[in-house]
């Protein structure tokens, strides 16, 4: 027996965008960031109840969405001769800290009359990249062929990966679980023609980048008063 509103709507998720940005600052020189990946999701698909039981959540309070990302970013690595000589500089110095930056944003429909969605960001990973991993960032950004150059930066899974449970309350504040896997960002040469057009790849685990999203369900009261526009966590 349950004494939850029968009237309760969903957080639905309408669509998820991940990103991974490179953030490189020191107290003095201030801040400079970049992005390697964009990707839309690949696949969103609603988990049905009886799976959700055997998760253990009760999808009378709550739905629940697998949500799968391609591995390969859908923009090139963009980045001026400026902005690398930059970050380099900035890399260089002896209090800089350098930090990858793995977040994803879910646009949300809190009532099934309207077509308005509100959008919340969560962060899947945020860690400090070690000496070694300075290090080849900093020879790849003074590299002549960045179009051309080879790298990886690979991010261990617990306490610092790639975040696969999430949740998104009534408020809709994104909160992750402890489930994290090994993260490895691939940058790849791309010829095209005179002009090679660098990208990168994103994987967590073995596989292409996936998370299980879990929201909380509101009242009809609660969606009708957030459809304009969303903050974010």
Request: glycine share 6%; hydrophobic share 35%; with cysteine.
């Amino acid at each position: 027996f349950s004494t939850v509103n029968p009237s309760l709507q969903a957080n639905a998720v309408r669509s998820a965008m991940l990103k991974a940005e490179l953030y490189v600052s020191s107290p003095q020189a201030g801040e400079r960031s970049s992005l390697l990946y964009q990707a839309g999701q690949q696949t969103l698909n609603v988990v049905s109840k009886e799976v959700m039981h055997e998760r253990g959540v009760d999808p009378a309070e709550k739905d629940m969405y697998d949500i799968d990302f391609p591995e390969l970013s859908e923009t090139y690595w963009v980045v001026t001769q400026s902005l690398r000589d930059q970050m380099s500089n900035l890399s260089s110095q002896p209090d800089a800290i350098s930090r990858i930056r793995i977040s994803c944003r879910f646009d949300i429909a809190t009532n099934s009359a309207t077509t308005s969605t509100s959008y919340t960001v969560g962060d899947l990973a945020f860690v400090q990249l070690d000496e070694n991993q300075t290090d080849e960032l900093q020879a790849l950004l003074t590299s002549r062929s960045v179009g051309r150059a080879e790298a990886a930066i690979n991010i261990p899974g617990i306490p610092y990966g790639f975040r696969t449970d999430v949740s998104i309350d009534a408020r809709l504040v994104v909160q992750t679980g402890n489930v994290a896997l090994n993260t490895t960002l691939t940058l790849t040469g791309a010829d095209q023609g005179e002009v090679a057009l660098p990208y990168w790849t994103l994987r967590s685990g073995a596989d292409r980048p996936g998370i299980s999203v879990t929201t909380e369900k509101v009242t009809p009261f609660a969606a009708s008063g957030g459809t304009s526009s969303g903050g974010h966590s």
